[in-house]
């Protein structure tokens, strides 16, 4: 791993508190976000992991207030660095945005401008941090994309993102979050949409990057796999809300949530029987716009109470950093550990 996984020992860089997140454009509000805590360490990497809609997305792009404020209302408390980002005006926010924390996104040809090359916008971001010269900017650029190993880097400053491939998208897209030199780093399932070769490649690079700078980095992901390899902890959403949170060896060795037991179950595993039918999560998530009243995964959980229908749990720390949103920790879940078939990174 990355870092100490004791970050209580550590200085929190990113502190999240009784997080808020409520989309108002519709006909009714719906809760993406209720009540998340999270808290990311100087040169800790943390991994938000969880179905699609489960409210990571929504979390990751509120450390940099992203959504339109004209439909969205954002409560709680969020500092990173020392400052409110809930409290700050538009300047500081734009001062804030690149320099103290920064995004990869997940499909950087969304995410880059079309009709500028990647190596102007690069040095672009520079100047409106920077009192530097054009020149000494683009020179940062040359060398962040060295950094990230982009092949033949003075020609590819000039292309267009549409004259990239995939990979070296991503990679710009990576330079382009450094090129300010930010204490956090936001990437937001930036592997999805590579092949798994690329993907091994993205993950070293990210790795490497967060040893050299020092960087905290909360990364999103819906893949077990690449979050082993690069997390130093893990926290796992449900429906807007943290549910499992711990040491990521302590989490795959030890799930004490069923939502995470039961993605873990869900993994293809390189042991399987050719025909075998692939476990499932039976169900759907819930309506975020009519949560129910307990907890939310107990209508999909193979565990759950009469109680867990009526009672939304609070957390329960079970020791070591770990803690889980569950009535039922104290049970023994018995089950077979999926093998993570994702070929380990090197050292």
């Given at each position: ?211 050299e700078l020092g960087l905290a980095i909360v990364f999103v992901t819906h893949d077990m796999g690449a979050a082993v390899e690069v997390a130093d902890r893990f926290a796992v959403m449900y429906a807007g809300r943290i549910v499992e949170e711990g040491p990521t060896r302590e989490v ?96």
């Amino acid at each position: 791993m990355n870092a100490s996984t004791d970050s209580a020992a550590k200085e929190a860089i990113v502190s999240v508190r009784d997080l808020h997140v409520t989309f108002t454009a519709g006909k009714k509000p719906v809760e993406a976000v209720n009540g998340v805590d999270l808290q990311v360490a100087r040169g800790e990497t943390v991994a938000l992991i969880g179905e699609s809609g489960s409210g990571k997305s929504v979390t990751l792009r509120s450390l940099l207030r992203l959504h339109p404020a004209r439909h969205t209302r954002i409560e709680g408390r969020i500092e990173v660095a020392g400052a409110n980002v809930l409290s700050m005006g538009s300047r500081a926010l734009a001062d804030y945005r690149g320099r103290v924390a920064s995004m990869i996104f997940q499909e950087p040809l969304l995410a880059l401008d079309p009709v500028y090359t990647v190596g102007a916008q690069i040095i672009e971001s520079i100047r409106r941090h920077e009192n530097i010269s054009t020149a000494d900017a683009r020179k940062r650029a040359l060398e962040l994309f060295e950094r990230v190993r982009i092949p033949s880097p003075e020609r590819r400053l000039d292309a267009y993102p549409h004259e990239m491939s995939g990979g070296m998208r991503q990679r710009a897209m990576i330079a382009l979050a450094l090129a300010c030199r930010p204490q956090v780093l936001l990437a937001d399932e930036p592997t999805t949409a590579l092949d798994a070769t690329v993907q091994i490649q993205i993950l070293l690079l990210l790795r490497e990057l967060q040893r050299e700078l020092g960087l905290a980095i909360v990364f999103v992901t819906h893949d077990m796999g690449a979050a082993v390899e690069v997390a130093d902890r893990f926290a796992v959403m449900y429906a807007g809300r943290i549910v499992e949170e711990g040491p990521t060896r302590e989490v795959i060795r030890n799930p004490r949530h069923p939502y995470t037991l039961a993605l873990m179950q869900a993994r293809a595993d390189g042991a399987m029987e050719k025909g075998a039918r692939l476990a499932s999560i039976p169900g759907a998530p819930p309506d975020l716009a009519h949560l129910p009243m307990g907890c939310a995964f107990a209508e999909r959980c193979t565990f759950a109470q009469p109680a867990c229908l009526q009672t939304r749990p609070d957390a329960v720390e079970l020791g070591g950093d770990h803690r889980a949103r569950c009535l039922r920790t104290d049970a023994t879940i018995q089950f077979g550990r999926p093998r993570m078939e994702r070929p380990a990174i090197p050292a």
